[in-house]
């Protein structure tokens, strides 16, 4: 099955541009997920509803059937994040993305999971930034 990545932005803000189907592909090959772009009131509300948790997160993940899964990032949230985490806009919106991928692959928060998100993160931006020069 091939992977295939359906892009829904409900904000104002443009799409940070990432390889995002790339990643998904490396991440999690023959997956089928939905990436949406979404503002702090609908990630909030998201949030509460699929973990009881009251706050507004940068990123969700949560899977949806077999195979297939759905990734919420708030670009608000993740705007003002990018700089605590030394990164720009753009690479910790595909930082995020990895993110959400990695937790669906079971991975979970720790030393291990840092490795494969610096790793990624750096092979697809460096990658991004050949294609776009």
Not at 101 to 107: A, F, I, P, Q, V
Request: charged share 25%; aromatic share 10%.
């Amino acid at each position: 099955m091939p992977t295939t990545l359906d892009t829904r932005n409900f904000t104002r803000s443009p799409i940070p541009k990432f390889p995002y189907k790339d990643a998904l592909a490396a991440t999690l090959p023959g997956w089928d997920m939905s990436l949406v772009f979404a503002g702090s009131t609908r990630a909030q509300s998201m949030n509460m509803r699929l973990r009881g948790k009251d706050y507004v997160p940068n990123v969700l993940s949560y899977e949806s059937g077999t195979k297939s899964g759905e990734i919420v990032i708030c670009l608000e949230v993740a705007k003002k994040e990018a700089p605590d985490y030394d990164m720009t806009y753009t690479d910790f919106v595909g930082f995020l993305f990895i993110h959400g991928c990695l937790h669906l692959k079971g991975e979970q928060h720790g030393a291990t999971m840092e490795r494969k998100e610096r790793l990624l993160l750096k092979r697809f931006t460096s990658e991004s930034k050949k294609r776009s020069s």
